[in-house]
């Protein structure tokens, strides 16, 4: 995919929008290049999306070069989860594709917590 492709998606990706204040979110965790707020639609007391600024359409996009900002966002899944005080535990999740039930194609890190999970799958 082009540049040009990419960044004609992004225009109308909603997480895109989240960045850029055209659409309303609760904040929790900001850095210079992830943004963390809280799920529309929760289906945990804690549940929080955890996102790179930059349109990334899923895990399946990201190259060797987005290595280190992959690094980043599980480190800020780690201060959600903290800032929440989720010190029972929690659960990151990443679906991908249809069959991982991907609803957003922006890439995401689900935290979930606040309750004892349920098993996977
Ligand atoms: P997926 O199913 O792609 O892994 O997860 C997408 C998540 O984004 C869903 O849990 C859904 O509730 C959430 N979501 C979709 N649109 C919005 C929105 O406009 N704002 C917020 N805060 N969450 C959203
Ligand atoms: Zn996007």
């Given at each position: 995919?082009?540049?040009?492709?990419?960044?004609?998606?992004?225009?109308?990706?909603?997480?895109?929008?989240?960045?850029?204040?055209?659409?309303?979110?609760?904040?929790?965790?900001?850095?210079?290049?992830?943004?963390?707020?809280?799920?529309?639609?929760?289906?945990?007391?804690?549940?929080?999306?955890?996102?790179?600024?930059?349109?990334i359409?899923?895990?399946?996009?990201a190259r060797e070069d987005h290595a280190?900002l992959l690094?980043?966002?599980?480190?800020?899944?780690?201060?959600?989860?903290?800032?929440?005080?989720?010190?029972?535990?929690?659960?990151?999740?990443?679906?991908?594709?249809?069959?991982?039930?991907?609803?957003?194609?922006?890439?995401?890190?689900?935290?979930?917590?606040?309750?004892?999970?349920?098993?996977?799958?």
């Amino acid at each position: 995919m082009g540049e040009g492709a990419s960044k004609d998606m992004a225009e109308d990706c909603v997480f895109c929008r989240i960045v850029r204040g055209e659409l309303p979110s609760q904040k929790v965790w900001e850095s210079d290049k992830v943004l963390a707020f809280r799920d529309i639609h929760p289906v945990a007391p804690v549940h929080v999306l955890v996102i790179p600024k930059e349109h990334i359409a899923g895990i399946e996009g990201a190259r060797e070069d987005h290595a280190s900002l992959l690094g980043e966002l599980l480190l800020a899944a780690q201060n959600v989860a903290e800032k929440e005080g989720l010190k029972d535990g929690y659960r990151l999740v990443i679906n991908q594709g249809t069959h991982g039930r991907q609803t957003v194609a922006h890439l995401h890190l689900h935290v979930l917590g606040g309750r004892l999970l349920g098993a996977m799958g």
